[in-house]
Structures are given as structure tokens and as C-alpha cells.
């Protein structure tokens, strides 16, 4: 670990901002450092430059047209905004999903994983100096892309789900051709490995990196790979299952088993290249086991749902996203309020970064996977 | 770093053949097809006619298709569109004279698309609206001072619908036109959100 | 080239004052001629990089300005001399203006005692390997000051590292350096390569193991002298923007990256001098007797097919550096330490004494035989890594059922 001794250095400190605009922070986000030299003694992360008051435009809009507004939440994977909005809304109605569109909205959800994690590795590689393998990520995640396109008619703000089912079917054809996808991304992904994954520049420069144990990713509420890479074996997919999740097979990858320690970077890269091909895996038993039926189940066009309140989650690519709903049986929500994983991320900030250098902490918040928008909605 | 002599000579080793292996993807890549697609010029098949059936693009309205139903406006979560019908008092007969598009608000989400029952708006393959002037990308598909009778489909037969599964030929192009000078016409094309004063029209 | 001025100026007869200035002439056509093959290899290398580097990332790369976008280079240099010099307000400025052409002469003064052919050099120096590796220190006082005058805190942090990495890896470069010259007995540049021969076994680099050591450290201390990836360090862009770049625009930022496009010709000449036989021709073994005994237009070919051999060596180098950096990524600041002082320098102490002891046993009775079959076995086993990429680097292609595609121009 290169948690270097403060006290050692006896010189006076600097503080710089990273950010608002600096090619790592992923968005706009400013990290306030304390440096002493290149290491850093203290770290104040400034959100809400991104602060769209998303939360408040459901409070006005109603519940169909808030739809669109999820996606914006967390541009990189739009599709489990939609999920988790949609789920709220039906549960308030007690509408039950036809079985079909469960099938196409997980296989959408798990697509749209891919799409975040190739992002998430392609970026953190990039973040290390390797500008390669953020290109060749890209590649695979434009042809997904264009699979997102046929699907819902968009390639990032997709607003793919609606109260109730889908819009549509799948186009026909298309279930050939993502599997014939998985295939190729089966083999891209060893490819992937070789160039970057394994390269021992790499890896020294993430190993035993600011390790996150496991007790503090629960007390910091992390969520998602971040949390299962401390070694928390938790996963909502499986052990609050939603949505047709249970009938399918795969793996809750954790970080344990690879080089270094357990919750290191290193750890947390690979848990989200595992993850992809555990994604794939559902995705291909998804079309092959496609049920037959109805994608939509019949909603009002108006829909006011009873008073009440709900809170529904799914295992978003960044952890745990929630959305707590209320509503007083009028047209539109009385108050909408999304968890999201990137937020509760920031706040292991302070607790793992003094001490790290400036190198590391791009590599550190490249390895959490924070996506601005999603911090401050 | 490296604990034990093992370790020392492991980590040469591995350098080396990492490397190797990286050296290796990457010049493999110099036997591959570059997947640029040279966009906008250098294309065999213009990207509009490339995308997928039901790709979400600018809206477009087929006003001779609309019953003045006024639904779209309605789902519209942002309100780009505005619709008004009149009715002639003595042939009772409806008109749309209004039928405004704000492209430059529009998240192309769908929604009215999909709620309207005759599929008169409906997204088509065009993506480029960029212009000089955002007013610009207000289309009026119904002149100013055009009158179009509403569409009224007959019983039994089957509606257009939602039209998605076939290419949508390139919607009206009104943001090539030069931006418009005349402040009237200015005036006339700003948004309605801030235009004060309903028209004299009723939405109805 | 000096001895070609003096049969000039000795068959023109000029007298003293006339010949003081000749000399300045000549200087003053030589620097010309050097700058502007600089300035062309600086900009077509800066294209030719970023052709290598979109194919790498399956991309095209530049294609538009001229054909193929071979021109790209002339219009960003027109650009960037065009654009405004932005100075900021609080830099210190004079040392902010003196910074970029301090590192531009650092790397251009190198040209000086780079070999180019036989015979081709500016300056025939006899301690020309000790004058490259002084003269382009000078690089990191440009680059820190650089860091200094910006008056910004990322510029400074990528000034300080880069001080400290290019003083650090002057030491394993330096101990590289000298396990070849114990095999050449000399610090001329074209004695050693003289010392080589025309074919892979009779180059240092395989002449025994502990020169083929050498050459990789001596490969990756150039680099990290020359701010390559994976030492890009001090203008690492995910972590310091820009590093001493940061507040450089138009023209002084041209000279910046003039600077590093030079120092790529410098790495790979240098390199290739050393290690990879300069400018022998293969099968000829005596390349200076073969050019004293020819006259006129044939001495005139021999010496152009040795700048060929040369150039084709360098070119090859400066393709392998630029697509070391489009593969991999970068180390830390301190990894970048230990990796000197653990690995590299007692490695280069080693790869020295090697080299000495195989002066030794090469001279022993029976030396010769061992020599030479040591010297066939590390050029099979270099032969052998090479065709083992090959095999990777098709499986690669097929692995992924991608249809071979070959096209140098897109
Ligand atoms: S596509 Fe969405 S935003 Fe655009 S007009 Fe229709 S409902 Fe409104
Ligand atoms: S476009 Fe469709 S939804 Fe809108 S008013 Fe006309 S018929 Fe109704």
C-alpha cells in the first residue's frame, strides 16, 4: 500500500482544485485537495454542478412524462432509471408485467450494463494513460449501441420502458444478431484482458490501492460492483430479486480471488469485466428462453395512482438505484426521490483518499465508476 | 514492492510478457478494418437511410392524418407541441390551424408518438437540425393562416397507426430556410411559452 | 562533413579572413539543413503517429487535409503559428517565453553528433555519445522552468517530476551506454558503429547477454528521458492536465512538441547506433574501405545506401516507440523511481561488468568460437520472439473472426 507517512514531511501544503474541469473527474465535479508534495492530505469533494432538479420536475410532471426524465438521471445507463420508475409506479398500481417484458427488459437492463461497464474499464484505462483500450471499449460499446437503437429507437437517452411493459417488441432478427454479439464479446473480452487487463504496468499501478474493507463500503453505503468487490457478497438481482431476474443463472461476482487484495482498484476493474460476461450470460438466456405474450399489460392513459408511498430498487451498473415514491392519488407525484450509487461513492472519498497521490486518486475515482449527473441529479 | 527475491524476477517476467501480449493486440489492429464510419461525407449510404426503423428522430407530422384530438400535447412532458382546432360554426366541420413543433425542446422520448391513435406524428430518420437560429427549429406544419380539415377515419378500416417499421422519408426541412428577418415573422415564430396572449383560436 | 569542407575550402584556396567567414557559412547552412529536416521529421512524424495510433484504436486517423491527410501536419503547424501567444497574467515572463526554445535546442543540439550514413555527420565528435547525453539534459531545465514560470500548480508538479525522472534516468542510460562502449573502445558514434557489422549477430545488441540487457534498459531509460509513455509523467493529461503544457498555446507550444518529435529521431538514432549496427550494410564488411576504393558517383551511392540502411533502422525504432505509447499505460511517480534505482540501475551495473567480462572471454583462446555461437543464439532467440508475435498477433485477428485487412492508406 502506498499510504505514505504525512507526519514525515514536515513542508508546507498546496491546495489545487481538480476540477470543475480536469480530464479525470468523469464530469463536473471539484475535488479540493490538501497536497503535501504529491501526496494528498485531505480531500473535500464539491458536488452539484450538475444539479438538474430532476427530483423536482416529478413533483410537477405526470407519470407517464416523468419517464423520460429517468433516463437523465444516470446517462450512462438510462435503462435502469426506467426500471426502477416504472417498478415504483406499478407496484402504487398493482400492475402486473407480462411475463415477455420482463424478459426484454432485463435483457435491455443487461445490455445497458455492458454498455457502462465497457465505459467504466475504457475510462479507467484511460485515467492510467492507456488510451487504447478506452478506443477498443468504445468500439464493442457502439455496435451494443446500435442493438439499443433497434431495440428502443435511441442510443443513449433510450426512455425504453413504460408503466406497465414496453413499448414494442423486438424487432425480428435482432435476437440472431446480439447473440451472434455475445459471441464475438465473449472472445473480445480475453483480447481485452491481454492488452490491458493483465498488463503488469497496469496492475502494479492498482493493486493494494486504496483498499476499501468491506465494513467501510457497508458504513459508507456503497453499492453495487463497488461494494461486492470489498467482498460483500450481495446482489439485488439475487437476493431481492425483481422483474424476471430469478429465473435466471448467474454468478454475484466478488472481489475476491484476484491479484492484490480483496476491495483494491484492481479488484474493483475486475468485478465489473466479470460482471460483463455474467451480463452476457443472462442476456443470451434471456432471448433464448424468450416467453411469448404481450409486452405491455393494459394501464389508463391516465394514471393516478392510490395514495401511498413505495421505494423499489435495482442493481444498477453504479449500485443500488432506489426510487421512493409518494403519491396523494393526484396526476402527477408528490414527491420523487432517486438513490443512486455514485452519490453514496463520493462519500468514501474522504475516508480512503489522504494519503494517496495525485496518480492514484485518478485511478481510485476511476475505479468507482462515478458518473457526475448521477451524483447530483 | 516486491517482498522476496521470487517476487523480484516474477515481476521482470511478467513485464515482459504483458507487454508482449499488449504489443501484440495492438498490432494486430493494423490488419483489422477501422470501424470509422466518416460521417457525414465519406459514406456509401447516408446515415438516415442506416438507421433502424424505429429510431427516434426530429417529429414529424402528416397533418392531413391529425383528428385534432389534441393528445399529443397533452402527454408531451415538456410541451413542444401546440395544436389548435377551430370549428366552423355553420358546416360544423373542424380545422387544425395550428400545429407547432418545437424541435429545439423535444428529448425525442416517444411519448406522443405513441399515444397518438392515427400515427400522424410519428419520428422519422432525421437527426440534423442543427441552424443558425434557434427559432428556427420551431416547424409550423400548418402555415399561419391555413385552414386543414381534420382527418376522419372511416369505420372499420384499419388506421395507419404507428407507422415504425417502415423508413419515414426525411421530415420537412424548414431550418435550411435563411433564418427570418422580419421581426412580425420573428415574433410569430418565437415561442409560444412566452408569447403572452392565447390566439384567437381555441385550443380546443 | 567537416572533411568535406576542408577539401571545399582547400580547393578554393580562401585566405584566413575569407575562411572565418566560410566557416560561418557553412555553419549557418549545416544548422539549415539540420533544422529543416527537424522540423520536416517533427511534423510528418506527428502525422504518421497519429495515422499508427487510429489504426491501433481501429480508427483511421487524420485523413483529409491533402492526400491522405498527409498535409494535417503543415495546417496544425500554420494554426498553432498563427493563434494567439496567450501569456497569462501572473506567469514570470521572461523565463514563460525562454522556456519552450531552451527544450527545442536541447534536442536540436543533439543533431549535431548524430550520425546520419557513413560519413554523415555534423560533427565527427570523439566523444559524441557524451556530448548527445549532456546536451539533451538540457531538456530539463526548459521543462521545468516551463513548470516554474506558468505560475500553476499543475505545471509545477509536472515540472518537478519530470526534473527528477530525467536525473534519475540518466544513470541506467548512462551505465547502458557504457557496457557498449567497453565493447567499442570508443565514445565516437561512428566508431561504434564501425565496430558493428552488417548483419543481426554482429550488432551489440546481440553480441552477448548483458548487451541485450542493456538494450532494454537503455530502451526504456530514452523513454523515460524523452517523456514517452509509458513515462509520460510530467504531461500526464488524466492527472496534471496538461503538466508543464498546461498555460503553453500557439507558437511556444509548437516548440514544445518540436522538442519532443525531435528527441523521438534522437532516441531512435541513438538506439540504433548503439545497438542495431547504424549504418552497416549487411554483407558488406568493411564499409570504409569499400568507399576509400571507390571514386565519384559510386562512392556517392555507397555512402546514400548507408543513410538508407540507417534511416530504414531509425524509422523502424520510431514506429515501435510510438506504438509502445498507444499500448500501454502509465506508471506512477514512484513506481517510476523504484523501477530505476531497483531494477535499471543495478541491472546496468550488471549489464557493464558483463560486457567487460565478455571482452575478456572473448579474447581467450577459444573465445572466438564461443563468441560467435553465443552471438547465433541471441539472434535465433531473437528471431524466435519475433516470430512468436507473429503467431500472437494473427491468432489475435483470427480470435476474433475480424477479416484480415491490410490497406497502409485508407
Ligand atoms: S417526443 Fe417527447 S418531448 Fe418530443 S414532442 Fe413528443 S412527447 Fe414531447
Ligand atoms: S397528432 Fe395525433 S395525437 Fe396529436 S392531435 Fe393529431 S391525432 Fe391527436
Known amino acids: ?377 | 514492492m516486491s517482498s522476496t527475491v521470487f517476487d523480484y524476477f516474477t515481476n521482470i517476467r511478467n513485464a515482459f510478457t504483458s507487454i508482449f501480449h499488449g504489443l501484440a493486440v495492438t498490432f494486430s489492429y493494423l490488419f483489422r478494418k477501422p470501424t470509422t464510419i466518416q460521417y457525414p461525407d465519406r459514406i456509401d449510404t447516408p446515415v438516415q437511410q442506416m438507421l433502424p426503423p424505429l429510431f427516434r428522430g426530429i417529429l414529424e407530422v402528416d397533418v392531413g392524418l391529425c383528428i385534432g384530438c389534441n393528445l399529443c400535447e397533452k402527454t408531451c412532458p415538456l410541451g413542444c407541441l401546440r395544436t389548435a382546432v377551430v370549428r366552423d360554426p355553420e358546416t360544423n366541420q373542424r380545422y387544425i390551424t395550428r400545429f407547432d413543433v418545437d424541435i429545439s425542446k423535444c428529448m425525442v422520448c416517444g411519448l406522443c408518438s405513441e399515444n397518438c391513435p392515427t400515427g400522424a406524428v410519428r419520428h422519422s430518420t432525421e437527426f440534423e437540425a442543427s441552424t443558425a437560429n434557434m427559432v428556427n427549429l420551431v416547424i409550423r406544419y400548418v402555415k399561419p393562416g391555413e385552414r386543414i380539415p381534420v382527418h376522419k377515419p372511416v369505420k372499420g378500416e384499419e388506421s395507419p397507426g404507428l407507422p415504425q417499421n417502415e423508413p419515414i422519408a426525411r421530415a420537412h426541412k424548414e431550418w435550411d430556410e435563411p433564418p427570418p428577418v422580419d421581426p412580425d415573422q420573428v415574433r410569430g415564430r418565437v415561442r409560444w411559452k412566452n408569447d403572452g396572449a392565447p390566439e384567437e383560436e381555441q385550443s380546443s | 562533413m567537416k572533411e568535406l569542407f576542408f577539401e571545399l575550402s582547400q580547393s578554393w584556396q580562401l585566405e584566413p579572413l575569407e575562411m572565418t567567414g566560410a566557416i560561418a557559412l557553412w555553419l549557418v547552412v549545416v544548422s539549415a539543413i539540420v533544422l529543416s529536416f527537424v522540423a520536416t521529421f517533427a511534423g510528418v512524424t506527428s502525422w504518421v503517429e497519429r495515422r499508427v495510433a487510429g489504426r491501433m484504436m481501429s480508427r483511421i486517423g487524420p485523413n483529409r487535409v491533402g492526400p491522405q491527410g498527409f498535409l494535417q501536419w503543415m495546417a496544425d503547424g500554420l494554426k498553432c503559428f498563427l493563434k494567439e501567444d496567450v501569456i497569462p497574467n501572473e506567469v514570470d515572463k521572461p523565463l514563460f517565453r525562454f522556456a519552450p526554445y531552451l527544450v527545442f535546442t536541447g534536442t536540436f543540439a543533439a543533431f549535431a553528433a548524430l550520425p546520419f550514413g557513413y560519413g554523415i555527420v555534423a560533427a565527427d565528435l570523439n566523444i559524441g555519445i557524451f556530448y548527445v547525453t549532456a546536451i539533451t539534459a538540457l531538456v530539463v531545465i526548459g521543462i521545468l522552468m516551463a513548470g516554474w514560470s506558468s505560475n500553476n500548480k499543475w505545471s509545477l508538479l509536472g515540472g518537478v517530476r519530470s526534473a527528477a525522472q530525467i536525473v534519475s534516468y540518466e544513470i541506467p542510460s548512462g551505465l547502458a551506454i557504457l557496457s557498449v562502449v567497453v565493447l567499442a573502445g570508443t565514445l565516437n558514434l561512428q566508431a561504434i558503429i564501425a565496430g558493428q557489422g552488417g548483419f543481426p549477430w554482429d550488432w551489440y545488441i546481440f553480441n552477448n547477454p548483458f548487451t541485450l540487457m542493456a538494450f532494454f534498459i537503455f530502451f526504456a531509460s530514452i523513454l523515460a528521458e524523452g517523456n514517452r509513455t509509458p513515462f509520460d509523467l510530467p504531461e500526464a493529461e488524466s492527472e496534471l492536465v496538461a503538466g508543464y503544457l498546461t498555460e503553453y498555446s500557439g507558437m511556444r507550444f509548437v516548440f514544445f512538441f518540436f522538442g519532443e518529435w525531435a528527441n523521438l529521431w534522437v532516441m531512435s538514432a541513438l538506439i540504433t547506433t548503439l545497438f542495431l549496427g547504424g549504418w552497416q550494410i549487411p554483407g558488406v564488411a568493411d564499409l570504409a574501405g569499400v568507399v576509400a576504393g571507390v571514386q565519384g558517383a559510386a562512392k556517392t551511392l555507397w555512402i546514400l545506401l548507408s543513410v538508407v540502411v540507417f534511416f530504414a533502422k531509425t524509422l523502424v525504432l520510431v514506429f515501435v516507440v510510438i506504438w509502445i505509447r498507444w499500448t500501454l499505460p502509465r506508471l506512477r511517480v514512484d513506481q517510476l523511481m523504484v523501477m530505476c534505482w531497483k531494477y535499471f540501475v543495478p541491472f546496468g551495473f550488471l549489464c557493464m561488468m558483463g560486457s567487460a567480462l565478455f571482452v575478456l572471454i572473448a579474447q581467450s583462446p577459444l573465445g572466438e568460437t564461443v563468441h560467435l555461437v553465443v552471438r547465433l543464439a541471441l539472434t535465433g532467440l531473437g528471431g524466435l520472439v519475433l516470430l512468436l508475435f507473429v503467431r500472437r498477433t494473427i491468432l489475435n485477428v483470427r480470435e476474433l473472426q475480424d477479416p484480415f485487412y491490410f490497406k497502409v492508406l485508407e
Not at chain 1, 483498499?211 to 468487490?229: F, K, M, Q
Not at chain 1, 487484495?261 to 451480463?279: F, H, K
Request: hydrophobic share 40%; glycine share 8%.
Open chain 1, 1 to 377: 500500500m502506498t499510504q505514505l507517512i504525512l507526519e514525515d514531511q514536515h513542508g508546507e501544503t498546496t491546495m489545487v482544485n481538480m476540477g470543475p474541469q480536469h480530464p479525470s473527474t468523469h464530469g463536473v465535479i471539484n475535488l479540493r485537495l490538501l497536497l503535501q508534495g504529491e501526496v494528498i492530505a485531505k480531500i473535500d469533494p464539491i458536488v452539484g454542478f450538475l444539479h438538474r432538479s430532476i427530483e423536482k420536475l416529478g413533483e410537477m410532471t405526470p407519470y407517464p412524462g416523468f419517464l423520460p426524465y429517468t433516463d437523465r438521471v444516470d446517462y450512462l445507463s438510462a435503462m435502469f432509471g426506467n426500471q426502477v420508475y416504472c417498478m415504483a409506479v406499478e407496484e402504487l398500481l398493482g400492475v402486473e408485467v407480462p411475463r415477455r417484458a420482463e424478459y426484454l427488459r432485463v435483457i435491455a437492463c443487461e445490455l445497458n450494463r455492458i454498455i457502462s461497464h465497457l465505459i467504466a474499464v475504457g475510462t479507467m484505462a484511460m485515467d492510467l494513460g492507456a488510451f487504447t483500450p478506452f478506443l477498443h471499449a468504445i468500439r464493442e460499446r457502439e455496435t451494443v449501441n446500435d442493438f439499443m437503437e433497434r431495440i428502443c429507437g435511441a442510443r443513449i437517452n433510450y426512455s425504453y420502458m413504460r408503466i406497465g411493459g414496453v413499448p414494442r417488441d423486438l424487432e425480428p432478427g435482432l435476437d440472431k444478431d446480439i447473440l451472434k454479439f455475445l459471441d464475438r464479446f465473449e472472445k473480445f473480452i480475453p483480447e481485452f484482458n491481454r492488452l490491458i487487463t493483465g498488463n503488469e504496468i497496469f496492475v502494479r499501478r492498482l493493486i493494494d490501492l486504496a483498499v476499501i474493507p468491506a465494513a467501510d463500503a457497508i458504513s459508507c453505503g456503497l453499492s453495487g460492483p463497488n461494494l461486492r468487490s470489498s467482498g460483500v457478497d450481495y446482489d439485488l438481482r439475487r437476493d431481492r430479486p425483481y422483474s424476471a431476474y430469478p429465473e435466471f443463472e448467474f454468478r454475484v461476482v466478488t472481489g475476491e480471488g484476484y491479484r492484490g487484495q480483496t476491495g483494491d482498484c484492481y479488484a474493483r476493474y475486475w468485478v465489473r469485466i466479470d460482471e460483463m460476461l455474467e451480463s452476457a450470460k443472462i442476456v443470451r438466456q434471456a432471448l433464448l428462453g424468450l416467453p411469448e405474450g404481450d409486452v405491455k399489460a393494459k394501464v389508463p392513459r391516465k394514471i393516478t395512482p392510490p395514495k401511498g408511498e413505495v421505494y423499489s430498487a435495482v442493481e444498477s451498473s453504479r449500485g443500488e438505484m432506489g426510487c421512493y415514491l409518494v403519491s396523494d392519488g393526484g396526476e402527477q407525484p408528490l414527491r420523487v426521490r432517486f438513490r443512486t450509487g455514485s452519490f453514496t461513492a463520493m462519500t468514501v472519498l474522504p475516508k480512503i483518499v489522504p494519503g494517496l497521490m495525485v496518480a492514484d486518486l485518478t485511478a481510485f475515482f476511476g475505479s468507482l465508476d462515478v458518473v457526475a449527473p448521477e451524483i447530483d441529479r
